[in-house]
Structures are given as C-alpha cells and as structure tokens.
C-alpha cells in the first residue's frame, strides 16, 4: 500500500508530464468556448451566404448575376451613399469625442471623480440596440420628449420634421454615439493607464501643457487602440440596420425602410422573397469590410512591436 506521500508525488508528476506535453491547455480550454461560437455563428453563416450570392433559385451556379441585380436596384446606390455619409458623421464624431473624453477622463483620476463618470459614460451600453432606439423616438418627439422645449426651439414642432431624411445621418450618429461610445471610452481609459507614469510626469517636467502631452505622448500611444476602435467602428456602421428600420416604422414612411443597405438586403429577401440578391449585398458588405480593415491594418502598422 502506498503512502500519501508517494501518491502526491506520482499526482504531481502526470501533471508535470500533461503541462510539458500540452503547455497552453488552460488557454486553449478558454478559447475552445468562443471558436465553437464562432464557427456555428459566424463562419457558417458567412459561408452559407457565399453559397446563395453565386447560385439562384435552383441552386445552379450564376457567378456575379446576384451581384448585378442589386447594383441595378434604383435603391442601391442611394442606400450605398446614406451609409457612407452615416459613417463620415459617426466615425469622425467616435475618434474625437472619445478621444476627447478619454484624455478627460484621466486628466480627472487624480481628483476622484473618475470612477463615477466611467459609470455614467457606460450606462447607455446596457441598452441593447433596439432599446436605446426606442428611448431616442421619444426623446425626438417633441409631443413626449423630455427636451422638447429645445426641439421647439430649432423650429421643430411635429416628429416628422425631426426626421426628415436630411437630418437622418446626424440623428444615426447621435444614437450610435449615446450608445456605443461608453464602452470604447472605458476602453481608452485603460489604455491610457497603461502608459508609464513616468513618461508622463517627464513630459510635465520639461513643460509640457496638457495639450502637448496628449499631442506628442498620449495620443501617439494610443494609435493601435484607436486604429482597433475604427475597424470594429466601421464594420458595425456599415451594418446599419434597427436605427432606421425602427425609425421607419415609427415615423410612418418619412423614413424609408431602404435606407440602407442592410434594409436593403432585408428587403430583397423578405418582401421580394430573392434570398439570392440579399446574399449578394451581405457579401459585399463583408468584403468592403475586410478590405477597409485590411487597409488600416497595414497602414498603421497594427502588428508591429512597439
């Protein structure tokens, strides 16, 4: 019979062996999880929208047929020029503010009011999507909105007018900002914790203002975050879809319910029963996509080692 000493030492010893013949099992066991997701989520559905954008109804191979009916829609490329004009909007008001607000935010850590403001920053995020859009169709009516003495005051005095389609792009990056912009400022503000003090407090010593520590040191190291944020940022605006299908709805056709492309898509496969275009126009949003993010990646130098 063997002693507990010897069984302790025969325990430890399998998993020696395990840990040298298997060294990054605990991360493995962690990924495992998120690849499964991944997989039945993302790459089958992505995979099964290829197979229906080059096929038709039959399941015969039609190569770039799909892709040509949905660019000679009369709604295609006003949907196309809607997304991008939302994208300029959102994806410039996203880099400054939040920058902006980041470099605030820790400008204020040393005066114990930081926590409380990244609380706040974070609470509209809660929101799931359609939530937030729904909170935003009162705020904008001025018969109900909270605000509506300020929508009075810019000579709007019926929902309509709020929404008219000029106004569109603006309204979808101001939801998209309430909503989305807190947790990339938790983001940067982590970021921005990460930079040595002591490069900072040398900046300050030599003179720096705030402005020229942010410019020269902050900002510059923040490149990388910055340049990730813009990538998700893009992917996720190029999918515009629950702001304006909610707001079309609501808004009873002053908002049109092809305003872009992802309604667009949603369009052909639900109204015109064409599973085949709408694949078409999901697939060209996934290559806009992973060009765009190629392009960002090889320009800022994501991978290199700082």
Same mark, same amino acid.
């Given at each position: 019979?063997?002693?507990p000493?010897?069984?302790?030492g025969r325990t430890?010893a $399998?998993?020696?062996a395990?840990?040298?013949?298997?060294p990054g099992r605990?991360g493995h066991?962690?990924?495992?999880?998120y690849? #499964?997701?991944?997989?039945?989520f993302g *790459?089958v559905?992505?995979?099964?929208?290829?197979?229906f954008a080059f096929?038709?109804?039959?399941? $015969?191979?039609?190569?770039? /047929?799909n892709?040509s009916?949905a660019a000679a829609d009369?709604?295609? #490329?006003?949907?196309?020029?809607?997304?991008? %004009?939302?994208?300029?909007f959102?994806?410039v008001?996203? #880099?400054?503010?939040?920058?902006?607000?980041?470099l605030?935010?820790?400008?204020?850590?040393? $005066?114990?009011? /930081?926590?409380a403001?990244?609380?706040l920053y974070?609470?509209?995020g809660? %929101?799931?999507?359609?939530?937030?859009?729904m909170?935003?169709?009162?705020?904008?009516d001025?018969?109900?909105?909270p605000v509506?003495?300020?929508? $009075?005051a810019m000579?709007?005095?019926t929902?309509?007018?709020v #929404?008219?389609?000029?106004?569109?792009?603006?309204?979808?990056?101001?939801i998209?900002f309430?909503?989305?912009?807190?947790?990339?400022?938790?983001?940067?503000?982590?970021a921005?914790?990460?930079?040595p003090?002591?490069?900072i407090?040398a900046a300050r010593?030599?003179g720096a203002?705030?402005w020229?520590t942010?410019?020269?040191?902050?900002?510059p190291? !923040?490149r990388?975050?910055i340049?990730?944020?813009? *990538?998700?940022?893009?992917?996720?605006?190029?999918q !515009?879809?629950v702001?304006p299908?909610l707001?079309?709805?609501? /808004?009873?056709?002053v908002a049109?319910?092809?305003y872009? !492309?992802?309604?667009? /898509?949603?369009?052909?496969?639900?109204?015109n029963?064409?599973?085949n275009?709408a694949?078409?126009i999901s697939?060209? %949003?996934?290559?806009?996509?992973?060009v765009v993010?190629?392009?960002?990646?090889a320009?800022s130098?994501?991978?290199d080692?700082?």
């Amino acid at each position: 019979m063997s002693s507990p000493t010897a069984t302790t030492g025969r325990t430890t010893a $399998r998993r020696g062996a395990l840990r040298a013949l298997w060294p990054g099992r605990a991360g493995h066991g962690f990924v495992a999880a998120y690849v #499964v997701l991944l997989i039945a989520f993302g *790459i089958v559905p992505t995979c099964y929208a290829v197979y229906f954008a080059f096929t038709d109804g039959n399941a $015969r191979f039609s190569g770039l /047929s799909n892709f040509s009916r949905a660019a000679a829609d009369f709604r295609f #490329v006003p949907a196309v020029e809607h997304v991008a %004009l939302y994208l300029v909007f959102w994806l410039v008001a996203l #880099v400054v503010l939040v920058v902006g607000l980041s470099l605030l935010l820790y400008e204020l850590s040393a $005066r114990g009011v /930081s926590k409380a403001l990244r609380f706040l920053y974070y609470i509209p995020g809660a %929101l799931a999507g359609a939530a937030g859009v729904m909170v935003w169709l009162f705020v904008l009516d001025p018969s109900v909105s909270p605000v509506a003495f300020l929508l $009075r005051a810019m000579g709007f005095a019926t929902f309509g007018q709020v #929404v008219a389609p000029g106004h569109l792009p603006v309204l979808f990056t101001l939801i998209a900002f309430w909503t989305g912009a807190g947790g990339w400022i938790v983001v940067m503000h982590g970021a921005l914790n990460n930079i040595p003090r002591e490069v900072i407090e040398a900046a300050r010593i030599d003179g720096a203002s705030a402005w020229q520590t942010a410019r020269r040191i902050q900002i510059p190291m !923040l490149r990388k975050w910055i340049v990730y944020m813009v *990538i998700l940022t893009f992917a996720g605006g190029t999918q !515009l879809f629950v702001e304006p299908q909610l707001l079309a709805q609501a /808004s009873v056709g002053v908002a049109g319910r092809d305003y872009s !492309l992802n309604q667009l /898509s949603y369009d052909f496969a639900f109204q015109n029963n064409d599973v085949n275009t709408a694949a078409a126009i999901s697939v060209e %949003l996934l290559l806009v996509g992973l060009v765009v993010a190629a392009l960002f990646v090889a320009r800022s130098g994501f991978f290199d080692a700082d």
